[in-house]
DNA sequence: CTGTTAGCGCCTTCAT
DNA sequence: ATGAAGGCGCTAACAG
């Protein structure tokens, strides 16, 4: 048993190295079961000195586990992704899981092909954090039924054997909009309805309930976006959506006292398009944005928004998942819904309302 | 045969079901060897009826190849590693692989795990886009004698077998300077220096040079950051040492008349701090930026940053990181250096300068 | 404390 | 066009 060069080195090597057996290795490499301390030490100083690596293919197909964990996500250039999946490393680096992340840039042909990637190569369990699609669900479908355990974050998709989190972004919606009608706006934009995205058309539902409870017309020009459904674009160029539907909305005869951004990097766009026409927020134009996004904070004025607690839900999300890989397939769903808190800053603290 | 409710399917269990031996089942689903038409379609039929996966680590451990690559960030809610990661998604794309990124947080420690995590699940090669540490070189160093393939992003390490691409962010700092030296700016003030990052500390060299080069004095107190080597801080946040360092600058006796970003998301934070210090961009301070980041061309004014062409380093990345897998460990090392290309905004336009 | 046996699920090779 | 044998590298279970 000579090592090739080229070849990665095996417990075979070692112990042919070593003058013991491969299972012996095997017991010092995982620290597991009674090993002679000399034999021990004699072991690992070869194993050091031939730079071996343990083949965690072969180890995962022996143990029927791999610990690892896969997360799908959308898109990558986003706090919120970002924030996620802090939460969820959390978890799962103090369980000893390691994380694998996909990204499906929005695409439901990418999403299906991430899902079945990681459940290729035998993942653990799978967190899913993008957004619902025909495709997708089907394919979803398959691998819980096959057995995978999966946890969704904020996906608009139920199974008896899946859990979910998500953040309550109808009544985010509705608060941020009843903030805006309790300063006095009665003429209120909404900027980034699409309707394949699901959460921000609850947020966009928040904005109609908010409106129409508070006996306000709902009127269609004050509401913009892509509603063709077409929406490829990636997150964080929403500020151009941002910075197009306000401008839109700024050349109306009579143009809204506010606007509700259906995010952050939307609102973002919007504040700017508000000052390059020479207007002011928050005399002019209030502004709401969606997420809280580290920058909403740093902005000219700040930005008024819609916290919810990212991370909370990337744990609380690994930590269904653990609990279902733990206790198997049958486990009856578990749900949480969380709530969202109003943020308000400069973007909204008018004290006079031009009509 | 009888699959067991719970256990995953197997070619084997297929095999049964279809009444032939599980070679045959394997050429079917891998479309390799002849098969009879008839058998295919039964085969096939059973497969899905029977929801099976393939399992990969079988798969792999017998072609000793997964085709699978790794890439390693160190942070993940960033512009610029969203841009990379959709250059090497490109390649990789095209050409039949999947990638799993894994994230450091900027810690040489998790820098480590992810690179044992990926080797130990036999990634067939490695993209590491971290900044470089002790510890993270020591552990690369033995992955590549490994003969695991490697290829870098803008990391300042160096082997006679990995791959790098880089950015002349040193270039890109001297001309960002520069601009402002030629606008008529004498105080041009730093901010974000921080010893621990290379990529950042290119840039403040490329400042320095400009300056010395023009015959202007270094004034230490118009350089801030966090100078004592500790930044764990995740890139994004950058906004706030933008914000604080401004600040800082703006209450000296003779501030600084343009200062120079070490990111964007730094100049954003400076943006808005010295707008909130009821001074005019870029009236009284010019500002530049670096990475081109979607939101710069959004903020107000727009901003003065530097660009590199991210998406191409991913993709050439991906593709040294390709042929060296097909060309083995022995391979020579190839680099390729992008130019950065200044993209002048609003807020350096300035053509009176305040001395 | 250490070794032997067997098999995880798949695919390469050779045989039919 | 299909099957049989064997082994990729590892470890559970049992034997000594």
Chains 1, 2 share one sequence.
Do not use: W
């Amino acid at each position: 048993m000579k090592k090739q060069p080229g070849k990665p080195v095996t417990l075979a090597h070692i112990a042919a190295a070593a003058g013991v057996t491969p299972m012996t290795v095997s017991r010092v490499i995982n620290e597991s079961g009674y090993v002679n301390a000399a034999t021990r030490e004699r072991v690992r100083r070869v194993a050091r000195e031939m730079n071996y690596r343990r083949n965690g293919l072969a180890r995962g197909l022996k143990r029927q586990r791999t610990e690892t964990i896969g997360l799908v996500l959308g898109d990558i250039a986003n706090p919120f992704a970002a924030e996620l999946s802090r939460g969820v490393r959390e978890i799962l680096e103090q369980r000893g899981y390691t994380l694998f992340i996909c990204i499906s840039e929005h695409s439901a042909k990418e999403d299906v092909q991430a899902f079945d990637s990681l459940a290729d190569h035998r993942v653990d369990g799978v967190i899913v954090a993008t957004r619902a699609s025909r495709l997708g669900n089907e394919r979803l479908q398959e691998l819980i039924d096959a057995g995978i355990p999966v946890s969704l974050i904020g996906r608009d998709f139920r199974h008896p054997h899946a859990d979910l989190v998500t953040a309550d972004n109808l009544k985010g919606g509705y608060e941020a909009t009843t903030h805006l009608i309790k300063l006095g706006h009665r003429r209120i934009g909404f900027i980034g309805v699409s309707l394949t995205k699901s959460v921000g058309l609850r947020r966009f539902q928040g904005y109609l309930e908010a409106l129409n409870e508070h006996g306000l017309l709902i009127d269609e020009k004050l509401i913009v976006g892509n509603r063709d459904g077409n929406d490829q674009m990636p997150g964080y160029s929403t500020e151009e959506m941002g910075h197009d539907g306000m401008t839109k909305l700024l050349s109306m005869k009579k143009r809204p006292t506010a606007i509700f951004a259906r995010n952050d990097f939307t609102a973002v766009g919007a504040l700017n398009a508000i000052q390059q026409a020479g207007l002011s927020v928050p005399r002019d134009v209030g502004v709401v944005g969606y997420d809280d996004i580290p920058l909403a904070s740093h902005t000219s004025p700040p930005l008024t928004t819609v916290r919810q607690p990212t991370r909370e839900q990337g744990r609380v999300a690994a930590e269904f998942l653990l609990r279902r890989i733990e206790d198997g397939h049958d486990r009856p769903r578990a749900e949480q819904v969380f709530d969202c808190q109003l943020v308000v800053r400069e973007s909204t603290k008018s004290d006079r309302i031009k009509s």
